[in-house]
């Protein structure tokens, strides 16, 4: 009997963990991006674009409830291809639309969110602050005696992604393209030599994000890899990952800023994705 009670308690005990630890993985779910079916493709050729919303590279499809697309571009060499009026959305998901790439050359699909709203406990909102290298929120808390706060949060994504249709090469990857968090790469993806690293210039509100921490994930085989740096003064960074030849990348990194006399939340985050393929 009692070692039945026992098993009991034990199998209780462990589901409640397990409830924890995925309470725990959906709160820092946090990376967001675009990724299309395959980023190399033949003119006149459809793709497919899941947004994709998760952690280590790892996601799912993203949506649903109040978030929502504000503006899905595709970028070429000749045109700005407005495609927000053509993102399904309703409660149960986000879906963009199947893309026909007519024209040669590498192109870029750009996608905007608006704002949702999160709170969290004290302690869940210092470990998320810890995990994403934002030592300017952390330290505002502590100096204003906010840490036993919850933090109450505005949330906005930008994505990008590099496809590259056809044999024919340009620069329009290293173009700044408006977005409210702007990643640059200082070369086209495709273009990298064997062994050449990867620049890219972190912008917030067309300004240089300096000290800022920056990701490189690289995915392949279902196995994830990631690489850490530091944004300089110009809010470049370089990253030695994409040496390591084929699998999807994702360069990422988010912005957290103070929000003044706002009724429902303190912070503003805002969170930017570029990803790409590697033949």
Sequence with gaps: MKQAVKSNVFRYLSLALGLLLVAITAVFSHEFWLLPEQFFLSVDQNVKVSVEVGEDFTGERWGGGTRRVTALKLHTQTTIKDLTSTVQQDDSGVIAPVLKLEETGTQLLTLATNNSFIELEPEKF???????????????????????KKGRELYRRCAKTVLQVGASYNDLPTKNTGMTLEIIPAKNPYQLVKNQPLTCQFLYEQKPLKNYLVRCWRRINGKTEVEFKKTNVQGNATFELVNKGEGNYMV???????????????????????TFGRQ
């Design 126 to 148: 210092l470990a998320y602050l810890t995990e994403d290298g934002l030592g300017n929120a952390i330290a505002y808390r502590q100096k204003h005696n906010e840490t036993t």
């Design 252 to 274: 990422s990194t988010v912005q957290m800023v103070r929000l003044a006399n706002d009724p429902k939340a303190d912070w503003q985050s805002t969170w930017g994705s570029l």
